[in-house]
């Protein structure tokens, strides 16, 4: 188990700082400016991973991760794109991963979803696309991959 021992982010610094948290409050990951990397991903790891139709991932910059706080445990899926998903130690919500394929190198996974306040801007990619559940119909302006 990795503790996080960042302080929660003030109420100032939640102007600036964009939070991802956990279902029970706990765990939080925050980061500024915006995502290099953003959409939605039909696979089932992402179906697993969320318990829904499609994963909605943000990859930032890991430079861009300004906060991590509370305590996390991870595990590592293996497969064509291996990764170490961390998620809270109480509550387990997947918050955040790293993959080791290199188009992604320096860049950290976050799911989307878990920004609530403020919400991610709409993410206008479809990954995996061939995947997609039939009745997920999607907005005629996204890119489909
Ligand atoms: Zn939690
Ligand atoms: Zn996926």
């Not at 930032?60 to 998903?85: A, C, H, V, W």
Request: hydrophobic share 30%; net charge neutral.
């Amino acid at each position: 188990m990795v503790q996080y021992t960042d302080a929660a982010p003030s109420l100032e610094e939640m102007t600036v700082l964009r939070p991802a948290s956990c279902c029970c409050g706990d765990a939080i990951i925050g980061v500024e400016g915006e995502a290099e990397i953003h959409g939605i991903c039909h696979c089932n790891d992402c179906r697993r991973r969320t318990g829904s139709a499609f994963g909605w991932s943000a990859y930032f910059r890991d430079d861009q991760i300004m906060r991590k706080t509370g305590k996390m445990l991870r595990y590592t899926i293996s497969g064509n794109e291996p990764q170490e998903r961390h998620f809270c130690a109480r509550c387990g919500s997947t918050l955040f991963w790293k993959t080791s394929s290199p188009r992604l190198d320096g860049l950290t996974g976050i799911a989307g979803g878990n920004f609530v306040e403020p919400p991610l801007p709409e993410p206008k990619i479809s990954f995996r696309s061939h995947q997609k559940c039939g009745w997920v119909t999607l907005p005629s302006d996204w890119q489909v991959r």
